[in-house]
């Protein structure tokens, strides 16, 4: 079966032998230690359990994946990828790559998922991904996320060594599904370097020393905050659990990280890294 579209493709762009050694390794570990394999999803059997799949994490009736089966298959059809892992209960994990505009030599990954967030799946998923891109030239890969949800901010600027480098306001819209809710979708820009990730894990900022912004989160601690090394913005550890109990609350966070992120990024700075006490780190690229 021909999985891709038959049109003319340039050859792909050259990557370094050995960072396509060093991801394949790193993805075959990750995949080892999860216990998981992934394969590519290209016919309609096998893409239908995988929009099911994406259905059940993102709370939608089946009937009303985030990506239909067809979707899914138009996807592959033009040269995406759909990576998957199954075990005796189906699906456990599931992606969706495609390729940006040809000078980027970037891929954008249009959603990923993994049943369970404490065995590595997630991260092998997001390595098998790479080995992928890779493969076919790539240098980059590209997602958004909600800047609230501090542990998908925690995967991917400190585990996996990506950089947010714009804030969205309200980017998609209403989403009608059981995860976003009536919430405003702003989204984190993130941009993974393929070739030579790496991984940055740091504390808070020195609450002592640092210059702290006088308005408190809806939390009343700090949340703002600067110092030699650049700005700190801090979100809530569980915004999701927030989000179905007190829809006002979550909009205050919102609005104010909002406050604090937005006039930042517009200033020219990038979110580095981030703290398991959920603490964005903000430098400019002098500072990096």
């Known amino acids: 079966m021909r999985s891709t579209a038959s049109v003319p493709r340039a050859a792909p762009a050259t990557v370094p032998a050995s960072a396509q050694a060093s991801a394949t390794e790193t993805a075959t570990r990750a995949a080892t230690r999860a216990g998981v394999r992934f394969h590519l999803a290209e016919d309609l059997p096998t893409l239908e359990p995988v929009s099911r799949f994406l259905a059940g994490v993102w709370q939608t009736p089946e009937s009303q994946p985030p990506f239909a089966p067809d979707v899914l298959r138009a996807f592959v059809h033009a040269g995406g990828a759909v990576h998957y892992a199954s075990d005796g209960d189906g699906v456990a994990a599931a992606a969706v790559l495609l390729f940006c505009s040809p000078s980027s030599r970037a891929v954008y990954s249009m959603i990923a998922a993994a049943r369970t967030s404490d065995h590595g799946v997630g991260f092998a998923l997001k390595q098998a991904q790479r080995v992928w891109a890779l493969e076919r030239g790539a240098t980059a890969m590209v997602w958004t996320f909600d800047p609230l949800v501090s542990r ?48 940055v894990r740091l504390a808070g900022p020195d609450l002592e020393s640092a210059e702290l912004d006088p308005q408190p989160a809806p939390d009343g601690a700090p949340f703002s905050a600067r110092d030699e090394s650049g700005h700190w913005c801090r979100v809530p550890l569980d915004i ?30 990038t979110a580095t890294g981030f703290s398991r006490s959920g603490w964005y780190h903000l430098t400019r690229k002098e500072q990096s």
């Open 152 to 199: 998908n901010a925690y995967f991917n600027l400190a585990k996996l060594g990506a950089t947010a480098t714009e804030y969205s306001v309200d980017l998609f819209g209403r989403i009608d599904d059981g995860v976003n809710g009536h919430d405003e979708t702003d989204r984190l820009t993130a941009v993974w370097p393929l070739c030579d990730p790496h991984p």
């Open 240 to 269: 999701l659990t927030t989000r179905r109990q007190d829809q006002p609350l979550t909009a205050k966070w919102r609005a104010a990280v909002r406050d604090v992120l937005l006039p930042a990024f517009d200033a020219g700075f």
